[in-house]
């Protein structure tokens, strides 16, 4: 059967052995007109980058680490949605390998409560119109513990290191593709709500208690659900429901 069975997404395929950041070179492409579909593959990253200004750790021949042009046609305020698309897409993938793999708010993918993947979503965008959108993605799919610095040891953790299985990127990146494909269309089909819907059953965030740290605050309280625009509904000890649209969770043992 043939590996690959999108009609975009990994169509073409821009492969480097070394950049600094996939992310940075699909921003440069898309804006010198890469299509919807487009896809930038590195073998290791010198600069790969994270949510809130992190790094994101990336060895040469063990992972994936790659950024999807996407030209959806959307509203510029409903882009962050599209990481939600992506978060459901990875976890189902990582569950073809027999994992129990978790969503935890608001796109990092887990495997036995550690991190095995992350998302972090770029837009360039008009006030009425989105021009493109980079959906990046690091999957530790060979990573042995050696391989993580010191300070990541005890709380990230890779496919192999989860499923006993050694992986083979092609084969994770082309069912990774397809599931991203497929609900991205069914989200701009039917919207967000199954997405969302998706997205809940995938979590192992809502229900639990949990302390958040925002750029401006530290909160803390129950994960009840998420909103709409897939912003996190915390209920706090005083009973208010406060709405988080970015930041960081810790899941906190009862
Ligand atoms: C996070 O969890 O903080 C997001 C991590 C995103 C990492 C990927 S690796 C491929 C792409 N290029 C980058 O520089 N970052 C994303």
Redesign the pocket.
């Known amino acids: 059967a043939p590996l690959l069975t999108t009609h975009d997404l990994g169509r073409t395929v821009h492969h480097h052995d070394s950049v600094g ?4 070179l699909a921003f440069r492409l898309a804006q010198d007109g890469a299509e919807h579909g487009e896809v930038v593959v590195a073998e290791q ?1 010198t600069a ?5 200004g ?1 790094a ?1 750790v ?1 060895p040469p021949g063990l992972n994936l ?3 999807a042009i996407l030209r959806p046609e959307l509203p510029p305020q409903r882009a962050p949605e599209l990481t939600l698309v992506a978060a459901v897409a990875l976890a189902e993938t990582l569950r073809e390998w027999k994992t129990e793999a978790a969503i935890k708010w608001p ?2 993918v887990h495997l036995d409560g550690r991190k095995v993947a ?3 979503t770029e837009l360039s965008a008009e006030p009425e119109r989105v021009h493109f959108v980079i959906v ?3 999957i530790n799919l060979n990573s042995r513990a050696e391989h993580f610095p010191e300070e990541l040891r005890e709380t990230a953790t890779s496919l192999f290191l989860a499923s006993g299985q050694r992986v083979p990127r092609a084969r994770f990146a082309a069912a990774l593709w397809g599931r991203m494909e497929e609900w991205l269309d069914r989200y701009l089909d039917e919207g967000f709500d199954p997405v969302r819907a998706r997205w809940k059953a995938l979590s192992s965030t809502l229900g639990q208690d949990v302390l958040v740290r925002t750029d401006r605050q530290e909160l803390r309280g129950r994960a009840e659900d998420i909103d709409p625009s897939g912003a996190l509904l915390v209920r706090t000890e005083g009973g208010s429901l406060e709405r988080v649209l970015a930041g960081d969770v810790e899941q906190l043992r009862p």
């Open positions: 950041s996939t992310n940075e990253q790969g980058k994270g949510r809130r992190r994101w990336s680490y790659f950024s796109n990092d992350g998302i972090l990046g993605i690091g």
